[in-house]
């Protein structure tokens, strides 16, 4: 099993970076959902939105890190530079996370069960990490390797 992870992690790492864009979105919406549970479980008192700001804040700095080094291959150049991309990304995951809220929180107005609200995170994830690829592309990593 770990040699065919392996293999799917070589096999992807030098494939054409929507492919590697795709499981950096996969690992930064677990990454999403783990600190968001980690938040109920460890405030249990604190508000709905609070778990749900403490999940989008380590997305969103998981996937920056990982579509940095690993999607896009973009080198590092001087700080005022890598500020102005972490900022234009930080923009547009703003624009994409209004797409995550909506379905998360829309599921969990209508069915009202963690499962519905977990279930609207990924498809609203899935939704904006699509339109932020085509952004990032293009507008955050242009000097990119990949």
């Known amino acids: ?5 392996r293999s799917s992690a070589r096999t992807v790492s030098g494939s054409h970076a929507i492919a ?8 930064s919406i677990v990454a999403n959902l783990v600190a968001q549970q980690i938040t109920v479980v460890g ?3 604190a508000p709905l939105m609070a778990s749900i700001v403490v ?4 997305g ?3 996937k920056y890190a990982m579509d940095k080094t690993w999607t896009f291959r973009e080198a590092y150049t001087t700080p005022a530079a890598e500020a102005h991309r972490i900022t234009l990304s930080g923009l547009f995951s703003l624009g994409t996370t209004v797409i995550f ?3 998360e929180l829309g599921f969990l107005a209508i069915w009202q069960t963690d499962i519905a609200k977990h279930t ?5 994830l899935s939704i904006g990490n699509t339109a932020k690829f085509w952004l990032d592309r293009r507008h955050v ?6």
Do not use: H, K, Q, S
């Open 1 to 5: 099993m770990l040699d065919a992870l």
């Open 20 to 27: 590697r864009y795709a499981m950096t979105a996969v690992l």
């Open 43 to 45: 405030a249990p008192a």
């Open 55 to 58: 999940g989008t804040i380590v």
């Open 60 to 62: 969103f700095a998981a």
């Open 101 to 103: 809220w909506a379905f």
């Open 120 to 124: 609207g995170a990924v498809i609203g």
């Open 141 to 146: 990593f242009r000097d990119a390797t990949a």
